[in-house]
Nanobody, 122 residues
């Protein structure tokens, strides 16, 4: 099974918040830059946010800038995505991924989790 495990997804109303977690399972995340990606039905997987190995730098897609915050706690072997002011357009399966660079490009990542569903609806 995957060595990256996402959790924290669910159903939330517009304007609400969710906090996603990406945990290493027999896999040390502090060796990697970590990205969050999402895939909505009928759409390509897209980058949401990423964070460098030491957590110093973070990057966000324009669509989530100011609403989402990525962070990591390497002592807990976990990366988080705090999602505020959620909109129906944020509905997607959210994936975390590990790779050698911090980008929002799918092909730059080597390891992926199984995904967690986020649904934003009234």
């Amino acid at each position: 099974q995957s060595h990256l495990v996402e959790s924290g997804g669910g159903l939330v109303q517009p304007g609400g918040s969710l906090r996603l977690s990406c945990a290493g399972a027999g896999f040390t995340l502090d060796d990697y830059n970590i990205g969050w990606f999402r895939q909505a039905p009928g759409k390509e997987r897209e980058g949401v946010s990423c964070i460098t190995r030491d957590g110093e730098f973070t990057y966000y897609a324009d669509s989530v800038k100011g609403r989402f915050t990525i962070s990591r706690d390497n002592a807990k072997n976990t990366v988080y995505l705090q999602m505020n002011s959620l909109e129906p357009e944020d509905t997607a399966v959210y994936y975390c991924a590990a790779g050698p660079v911090a980008t929002l490009v799918v092909r730059h990542y080597d390891y992926w989790g199984q995904g967690t569903q986020v649904t934003v609806s009234s």
